[in-house]
């Protein structure tokens, strides 16, 4: 059964950078492309980024883009989000999402992941 486990998330200013990770345990050769989602109360998930099953193609949501990167380590079975310039908007739970071996290219599309953790909190105050 294929586990992941989100860390790196806290409290930090506007403008810092931050890295959270997620590790994958338990099965971790039968997935496919991975990505990271945020949600705040009573809104509904928002696609960060995703990358392929490889890690070499990546896709960033708008509110991503030119901030955000999604380095993945196969060999170390961990993929990470980078956010730099973090903006009090950013403050969200962060979860960490798979999909199936046979799912190779990123996705932003929520119903195509069937594994997930339990998220990390990022708050970003002003």
């Known amino acids: 059964q294929v586990q992941l486990v989100e860390s790196g998330g806290g409290l930090v200013q506007a403008g810092a950078s931050l890295t959270l990770s997620c590790a994958a345990s338990?099965?971790?050769?039968?997935?496919?492309?991975m990505g990271w989602f945020r949600q705040v109360p009573e809104n509904e998930r928002e696609f960060v980024a995703a990358?392929?099953?490889?890690?070499?193609?990546?896709y960033y949501g708008d509110s991503a883009k030119g901030r955000f990167t999604i380095p993945r380590d196969n060999a170390k079975s961990t993929m990470t989000l980078e956010i730099h310039t973090l903006k009090p908007d950013d403050t969200a739970m962060y979860y960490c999402?798979?999909?199936?071996?046979?799912?190779?290219?990123?996705?932003?599309?929520?119903?195509?992941?069937?594994?997930w953790g339990r998220g990390t909190q990022v708050t970003v105050s002003s």
């Open positions: 999402e798979a999909t199936p071996a046979v799912s190779i290219a990123p996705t932003p599309r929520s119903w195509e992941y069937d594994y």
């Open positions: 338990g099965g971790t050769g039968s997935l496919g492309a």
């Open positions: 990358c392929s099953a490889s890690g070499r193609s990546t």
